[in-house]
């Protein structure tokens, strides 16, 4: 089992920044990936950025020179930097795990919600 808790989140103003955060704890060492994802009103939840056990990254399109996905402590804790934000950006953000090797599993959080508004 894995458990994600997250913090960072508030209101901002369009262009500016917040920082997010993601820790992890529980089988940290059976997680493969770590990622964001964010769910607006009356959309569906979609992929912002997943970094892997190897350090590659995606990002969504939307957010690209803008967002960076970061980790420390291994495994254990994930990062979300968010510059230029704007309006578009606002949603609850989810952390994700995925955990297992022969099975995977995902893991969420709670979310946090981001709100880009003058």
């Known amino acids: 089992q894995v458990q994600l808790v997250e913090s960072g989140g508030g209101l901002v103003q369009p262009g500016g920044s917040l920082r997010l955060s993601c820790a992890a704890s529980?089988?940290?060492?059976?997680?493969?990936?770590m990622g964001w994802y964010r769910q607006a009103p009356a959309k569906e939840r979609e992929l912002v950025a997943i970094?892997?056990?190897?350090?590659?990254?995606t990002y969504a399109d939307s957010v690209k020179g803008r967002f960076t996905i970061s980790r420390e402590n291994g495994q254990s804790t994930v990062y979300l930097q968010m510059n230029s934000l704007k309006p578009e950006d606002t949603a609850v953000y989810y952390c994700?795990?995925?955990?297992?090797?022969?099975?995977?599993?995902?893991?969420w959080g709670q979310g946090t919600q981001v709100t880009v508004a003058s």
């Open positions: 994700n795990a995925v955990a297992g090797v022969v099975v995977k599993k995902n893991y």
């Open positions: 970094i892997r056990r190897d350090d590659t990254t």
């Open positions: 529980g089988n940290i060492f059976s997680i493969n990936t």
